[in-house]
Antibody, heavy 118, light 111 residues
Framework: QVQLVQSGAEVKKPGASVKVSCKAS????????ISWVRQAPGQGLEWMGW????????NYAQKLQGRVTMTTDTSTSTAYMELRSLRSDDTAVYYC???????????WGQGTLVTVSS | QSVLTQPPSVSAAPGQKVTISCSGS????????VSWYQQLPGTAPKLLIY???KRPSGIPDRFSGSKSGTSATLGITGLQTGDEADYYC????????????FGTGTKVTVL
């Protein structure tokens, strides 16, 4: 069965960076991409960007351009999302989700809480 | 910022029906398939409807989806207490580098 398992919760200081992992299993990793979606406390879902697991092409949300980098390691079927220059409003649960342009996000990771606090 | 607009909340008694609207534009809903996601409290979103009106395996037919022009609608019939959740529409956007967009979210309350 398809599973996306994310790394554990993180606490970071403002200005630091965080890197969240998402290990996929149960399907051919390179046949899909991975989107990253975040949800601030009490708020809605915000799409952060997408990476193709086939060729590494990326598409980032405009508001995060320059601060976010998404990568994949096909040898371990793992996707990574790094967010730099963290601010307090980056505090959120970060989700990875399987998908690619034109198809829905059909499987989701369990979420990773990132807390940014001095 | 969400570019798809949903009502903040809807409510109904058990067994009744609710509908949730999702309004977008020609660059997103108007030219792409719409999906709907259910997020139960404290859990990750779950795909409920895809390609405007298709249900993944295991999703009961009490849930239905439709699309017309630049709007989409999710319907839930035979409302149950377990349906209390947040619901989000979502679609890919065809405008330059827009990527994917989610709706503002709707809280369904079972009275």
């Amino acid at each position: 069965q398809v599973q996306l398992v994310q790394s554990g919760a993180e606490v970071k200081k403002p200005g630091a960076s965080v890197k969240v992992s998402c290990k996929a299993s149960g399907y051919t990793f390179t046949s899909y991409g991975i989107s990253w979606v975040r949800q601030a406390p009490g708020q809605g879902l915000e799409w952060m960007g997408w990476i193709s697991a086939y060729n590494g092409n990326t598409n980032y949300a405009q508001k995060l351009q320059g601060r976010v980098t998404m990568t994949t390691d096909t040898s371990t079927s793992t996707a990574y999302m790094e967010l730099r220059s963290l601010r307090s409003d980056d505090t959120a649960v970060y989700y990875c989700a399987r998908g690619r342009p034109g198809i829905p996000h059909d499987y989701w990771g369990q979420g990773t809480l990132v807390t940014v606090s001095s | 910022q969400s570019v798809l607009t949903q009502p903040p909340s809807v409510s109904a008694a058990p067994g009744q029906k609710v509908t949730i609207s999702c309004s977008g534009s020609s660059s997103n809903i108007g030219n792409n398939y719409v999906s709907w996601y259910q997020q139960l409290p404290g859990t990750a979103p779950k795909l409920l409807i895809y390609d405007n009106n298709k249900r993944p395996s295991g999703i009961p037919d009490r849930f239905s989806g439709s699309k017309s022009g630049t709007s989409a609608t999710l319907g839930i019939t035979g409302l149950q207490t377990g349906d209390e959740a947040d619901y989000y529409c979502g679609t890919w956007d065809s405008s330059l580098s827009a990527g994917h967009v989610f709706g503002t979210g709707t809280k369904v309350t079972v009275l």
